[in-house]
T-cell receptor
């Protein structure tokens, strides 16, 4: 079946540091890939997406590139802020099942 | 309403009791999902409703769990004879079915604690 694996946290960084959160997936065909973010006390919200191989999703300074050859969708940000402290979830979507499959989530804590 | 509303926001129950969790989706959203967020376990799919179609119950962990969606709108997730391992945050999301994975709007969840 479909599955998503992402690095375990927590990840603790200083402000302006570089952030990478690794995500790999297992699925047949070409799923769409997503990063969702959950800020403290809030519901999950979409951060970025990529729907086909080599697509790059970007939003709020975050980027992730859909790599079919390595089945990966790693999230990166060049300079994090305290406000980026949250839990980040990698997810895949296949139309056949019409539901998102999430990874385990990675908690990121950015210290001033 | 403007968003997905879940109630209660917190629920503490004794082991063996039944609980009901409610989800009010965004008006007009035809798809409704329940997920469970356990500590260290990420988001686990439970059940999916789409219009009048039979729900996808493939994620329900046991027959103690059930859900219904009345009139294509409000949904209730029921857990019977709760166990301590049921303690988690239960999240509801809704979407237009055509929105794919990007159109989900999540509620803030119900934190269930079984003591």
């Amino acid at each position: 079946g479909n599955s998503v694996t992402q690095m375990e946290g927590p990840v603790t960084l200083s402000e302006e540091a570089f952030l990478t959160i690794n995500c790999t997936y297992t699925a047949t065909g070409y799923p769409s890939l997503f990063w969702y973010v959950q800020y403290p006390g809030e519901g999950l919200q979409l951060l970025l997406k990529a729907t086909k191989a080599d697509d790059k999703g970007s939003n709020k300074g975050f980027e992730a590139t859909y790599r079919k050859e390595t089945t990966s969708f790693h999230l990166e940000k060049g300079s994090v802020q305290v406000s980026d402290s949250a839990v980040y979830f990698c997810a895949l979507f296949k139309a056949a099942g019409n539901k998102l499959t999430f990874g385990g989530g990675t908690r990121v804590l950015v210290k001033p | 309403g403007a968003g997905v509303s879940q109630s209660p926001s917190n629920k503490v129950t004794e082991k063996g009791k039944d609980v009901e969790l409610r989800c009010d989706p965004i008006s007009g959203h035809t798809a409704l999902y329940w997920y469970r967020q356990s500590l260290g376990q990420g988001l686990e799919f439970l059940i999916y409703f789409q219009g009048n179609s039979a729900p996808d119950k493939s994620g329900l962990p046991s027959d103690r769990f059930s859900a219904e969606r009345t009139g294509g709108s409000v949904s209730t997730l029921t857990i019977q004879r709760t166990q301590q391992e049921d303690s988690a945050v239960y999240l509801c999301a809704s979407s237009f079915v055509s929105a794919g994975g990007e159109g989900y709007t999540f509620g803030s969840g119900t934190r269930l604690t079984v003591v």
